[in-house]
């Protein structure tokens, strides 16, 4: 049974950190690129950072370049996310995502909330 399990999420001020983890199972995690998107209230669900499957090339929002890293762990198989600096329009409900050339799987999400 394929699964996807996101946690870290919680409420943070503004300008605080939290780190993301989502831990795979059920699948080839290594053979997976892995990506965090999120989505706000009434908002449509953005890609917000992209790991490559061995972990060497990363790329980011433009909104979140310089705050957020993604890194992964294929021995745990486990994706996490470093949110630094968070500002109040990170808030959304965060989901990891591993997307195959085929087939792609979706996690539950994790509420963050920035606010003071």
């Known amino acids: 049974q394929v699964q996807l399990v996101e946690s870290g999420g919680g409420l943070v001020q503004p300008g605080g950190s939290l780190r993301l983890s989502c831990a795979a199972s059920g699948f080839t995690f290594s053979n997976y690129a892995m990506r965090w998107y999120r989505q706000a209230p009434g908002k449509e669900r953005e890609a917000v950072a992209f790991?490559?499957?061995?972990?060497?090339?990363?790329n980011f929002a433009g909104s979140v370049k310089g705050r957020f890293t993604i890194s992964r762990d294929n021995a745990k198989n486990t994706v996490y996310l470093q949110m630094n600096s968070l500002k109040p329009e990170d808030t959304a409900v965060y989901y990891c995502?591993?997307?195959?050339?085929?087939?792609?799987?979706w996690g539950q999400g994790t509420q963050v909330t920035v606010s003071s």
């Open positions: 790991i490559s499957t061995t972990g060497l090339n990363t």
């Open positions: 995502n591993a997307q195959g050339v085929v087939v792609g799987y």
